[in-house]
Each structure stands twice: as C-alpha cells, then as structure tokens.
C-alpha cells in the first residue's frame, strides 16, 4: 500500500477579524479584505462570537477562498473570543482588525513584500481614522483623519525605550505594535503563550498585545505609511465604555465584554481608560518586565494624562478629579503638580481640512459626508490615492536607536525621529516634525556625557514657550544634576530663541549622566484658552540642545 504524504504549507499573512452581532459594520471591513490581490499569500479569519448565522452567510456569499470561517457556540468575553480566534490562523505573521476597522487597498501586497524574507518580527504602523456615521458624539460622524508621509518613511524603534514611554504616558498607547496595528511573527506569540498560557491578557487585548509583543522583542519595524486604518463607530467598545456612558461596566453589556474585573490595590476605581491600561500594565509589568527598572507605570503621569483628557467626558468631571487626588495620596505625589483643564460642556471636536503638519507631512481631517463616504471601506478607499507607494527598504540597514544620547558640541534634535527624543524621560508629549512640547509641571531630560568637561560649559537650548494675552509668561525653574537652581523666564516678546544653563562638572553623576529638571509655572492649554481644540498643557517646547565651553559672567536669562 502506497501513502502519500501531504505538508500543510502555512500562509505568510493571516489576517483575523473577531466579531460579535456587527453585520452592518462587518461588511464593510470584509469588503477592505476582499480587495486585497489575489496573488497574495494570505488567510482571512472571521471569529464569529456567539455564532450569528446572518455572519455565516456572509462570509460564504463572498465566494473567496482565503475566507475562513468559525464560530463559537455561546458568548464569550472580549479576550476569551480574540484567543479563540488566534487559535485557527496558521499564517506566519499575524494581524487582527476590529469589524469596523478596515485595510488600506494595498496592504496585504506591501505587507508580503516586505515580510517575505521572513527577518522581522513586528511589522508595525500608525493607523488612519474614520469614524463612522453611526458614532456616539454627532461632531465627529463621517470624519476621516489621516496624516500622510508624502516620503513613506521607515523607521527601526527601540522595544525598550517605546515602552519606557508608554508606561511614563508620554507616548500614547495606540503606537506600541498592538496586533491591531501590526503583522506579528508567529514565534512571538508563540513565546507570550509559553509565559503566560495564553497570548491575549488582560481587560484591553489590542494594547495588552502591544505591550507583550514589545516586552519580548529588542526592536521592531514601523512604517510611517499605514497598512490598516481604525474604525469608530456605535459598536466600538472601547468608546462606549469610555465616551458614550458613564457606567457601561455596571450594564450587562459590560458584563459580557469583559466578564469579572479584580480591582488593583495601586489604582483607584474608575473607569477611565487609562486606568483600564494602567491595571493590563501592571499585569503584564509582574508577567514579563519584573525585573526591568526602566520600564515602570508612572503614577503620576498617569494622573496627569487622566487631567489632560478630563474633558472628553465632562459629566464625570468631578468624579475625575477626586481620582487623581486619590492617586496623589495613593502613590506620594503633589496633586497641586498636576494641571487640570477648566471645565468644558462638551467634549472637544475634531479639526477640520488639510495642513502641513511637518516636512514632508499632510495632515487630512475631512468631512466625508461632503465627500459621499459612508463606510471605512469608502474611506480607505478614497485615503488611498493620496498615499505614496512604499519604497524597498532593507530591513538589516535600518539604523537600531542608541540607548541614550549624548550630549556635546553636536547639536542634539527633538524631532520625530531624532537622537535627542531618547533624553525625555517624564513630562514630554510625542515628539513633533519641530520638535517637542512639554505637557506637565515637572519634567525631566537625561544624557551621557563623555568625558566629563574639565570647568563649567553651557548648555544651549534652542526652545520656545507657549505663551498668549491669557497666559503672558512662562518661568522654568531647573536644576542640572545637583546643580544650583537656574531660571530660565519667557514672554510675549521673548517667547523663543535660546536659553543657557550652566553645566557644573562637580555635580555631573558619578556614571558619567546629566539630568536636568525643570519646573514649570503655569503651562495651559490651547482649548483651556479657547485658541484651538488641543488641551494638552503646553509649556516649554524644545527643539535643539548642545554645549557650548563659554560660560558668560553674566547670568542674566
């Protein structure tokens, strides 16, 4: 008797949408799939929750192969629903999308080429928006938000100090490589499994997911030209337990999402949604960076993101306030440190049109009512023919981020991109194509320094300061190392330029590093003085640092 042996040769991309009752917007998002070339080497997993035949029927009238269908016999959570829907992709990288979310036309074609040598672990990007007609809040109905890199740029980001910023809520989770933003290699969630018995923990699996695949990876790859664009609409759970109610947990809704929810002895009771990131952190902080000291949840920037976005959900203003101040005692800090907007009626809309957002940057905030959109596969669609193609790029060439930069006579930048965003260690905003913006009371900068100067030099900073008719002056009280304090003060009519601090070399730190402090008096925010939609409190904005070995006798500022 003759036996064949017959290998299952795995996909390279499988691309997987869990779904519970959405046909309206799941069409949509199957439609974005479909379009993908057919050539492709590509697997679509459809998780149906709960088994809705109308969902069944669907997926088999698409008539398209790559489909794969399943469907579980009663109602799971969230998490148990995405692990179950893990469970039957095969392919060699693996993505999720959400089924309001869509794919750009062209990403599984990009996505192969690039992933085709099989050498990179995480292949990430920064999502485009749209929000659906059907969202919550009417202000944001049928808007598409997208800003474009006209030069496709491509970028090596350390692991390490991504998630330093992540858990300092200085960078903002939706950048971590979440599976919902990335192509994730198999051995990757392979290895999360075997720590914890399962890839997906936690209350948040799409962040919860971005924080494993950092923890257990040295660096990963972004593309500034996104492969996938994230829907809002009147299903998306995150924006109704956040934004649309006050007491979504306490519903049986809530209680099907997320099934128990243990409270954690470091946190206070709200739920805010950085307090629901915060406690999936700490989970996974215990789990996989126990012994990683630079990686810790930073309670009161925490505090002060939850103050930032107070007013995105104004009837629980007071409620939020009450929280920080339970944070403060909880952890040791001054709430007088933390900078709460005043009180708005209602949440902040979105921008309107298209601007430079930096060189090379577009950045497009549409109403797509007046453009006939009514789908995020009409957006991605439409979005598309304004996107460059990717160039090849090699993946061993991308340059890996030094752990710390060094500060000389070279001047350092605060660019998107650049060496010097690695020194901002607590205070600072996402770096932006000038620079970037400081956004609390306190911040903190660190460098190397080698060698140590052998007399005081200056440290020169190339900065401005947000200032107004509301808010005239700006003063910086800073400290470098165990320095003597200086001032640095800022006006209407000096509100730029470049300000010095003295660099003693007697209170340099014994290893060589310069950390300089700064406490800033009044920072305010654009929307607190009805300038413009941003409410984060902007004080000091930093563009460039260097040494300069010309100490000056006088220290007038």
């Not at 179950?84 to 192969?112: Q, R």
């Not at 930032?308 to 007088?336: S, W």
Request: aromatic share 8%.
């Amino acid at each position: 008797m003759a036996f064949v042996l017959s290998m299952v040769i795995m996909p390279l991309l499988s691309i997987v949408v869990p779904t519970l009752d959405r046909p309206d917007t799941l069409r949509h998002a199957l439609a974005t799939m479909a379009c993908q070339p057919a050539h492709v080497d590509c697997e679509f997993i459809v998780q149906n929750n709960g088994g809705n035949p109308e969902i069944a029927d669907m997926v088999a009238g698409l008539k398209d192969a790559r489909f794969r269908h399943f469907a579980s016999d009663t109602v799971l959570t969230m998490t148990d629903n995405w692990e179950a829907a893990l469970g039957h992709a095969s392919g060699e990288y693996v993505g999720f999308i959400g089924d309001d979310d869509g794919l750009m036309p062209y990403a599984c074609a990009t996505a192969s080429e690039i992933l085709s040598g099989r050498n990179i672990d995480l292949l990430s990007w920064r999502a485009y928006s749209y929000y659906w007609p059907s969202y919550h809040h009417p202000a944001f109905r049928n808007r598409l938000v997208a800003e474009i890199d006209l030069a496709s740029s491509v970028e090596r980001v350390s692991s390490r100090r991504e998630l330093a910023r992540i858990f300092g809520f200085q960078a903002h989770y939706a950048h971590l490589p979440m599976i919902y933003n990335s192509f994730v290699r198999r051995d990757v969630i392979d290895r999360m499994r075997a720590i914890g018995g399962r890839y997906f923990i936690g209350l948040s699996p799409d962040v919860a997911s971005g924080i494993a695949n950092t923890a257990l990876t040295d660096s990963f790859v972004r593309l500034s030209r996104p492969l996938g664009m994230a829907g809002f609409s009147r299903h998306s759970t995150g924006h109704a337990l956040f934004f649309e109610t006050t007491d979504l947990l306490q519903t049986s809704r809530g209680a099907r999402d997320f099934g128990a929810i243990d409270d954690d002895p470091q946190l206070p009771d709200l739920n805010a949604l950085q307090l629901f990131i915060a406690k999936d952190m700490l989970v996974l902080k215990r789990l996989l960076l126990a012994d990683d000291d630079h990686v810790r949840l930073d309670f009161k920037s925490l505090a002060q993101a939850l103050a930032t976005d107070i007013n995105d959900r104004p009837l629980l203003y007071d409620r939020t306030v009450r929280t920080i101040g339970e944070l403060a005692r909880m952890h040791g800090f001054d709430v007088a440190d933390i900078i709460i907007p005043a009180r708005l009626t209602d949440r902040p809309p979105p921008g309107r049109g298209v601007r430079p957002s930096g060189p090379n940057r577009m950045l497009y905030e549409l109403d797509g009512s007046a453009l006939g959109l009514g789908s995020i596969a009409d957006a991605a669609r439409v979005i598309a023919q304004f996107v460059p193609d990717q160039e090849p790029f090699d993946p061993s060439t991308l340059e890996f981020p030094v752990s710390a930069p060094r500060l000389g006579t070279e001047k350092l930048a605060f660019t998107r991109g650049d060496a010097g965003v690695a020194a901002l260690i607590e205070g600072w905003s996402e770096p932006e194509e000038w620079g970037t913006w400081s956004i609390a009371r306190s911040c903190v900068l660190r460098f190397e320094l080698d060698p140590v100067p052998s007399r005081p030099v200056e440290i020169v900073l190339a900065c401005r300061a947000f200032v107004s008719d509301g808010n005239p002056r700006l003063h910086a009280f800073c400290r470098v190392c165990d320095g003597t304090p200086q001032q640095l003060t800022f006006s209407m009519g000096a509100f730029a330029g470049q300000r010095r601090l003295t660099l003693d070399p007697a209170a340099v730190a014994a290893d060589g590093t310069v950390t300089i402090h700064l406490a800033l008096s009044d920072p305010r925010s654009p929307a607190d003085l009805g300038l413009s939609a941003d409410v984060r409190p902007l004080g000091i904005g930093l563009e460039r640092i260097w040494l300069e070995d010309n100490v000056r006798s006088s220290r007038t500022r």
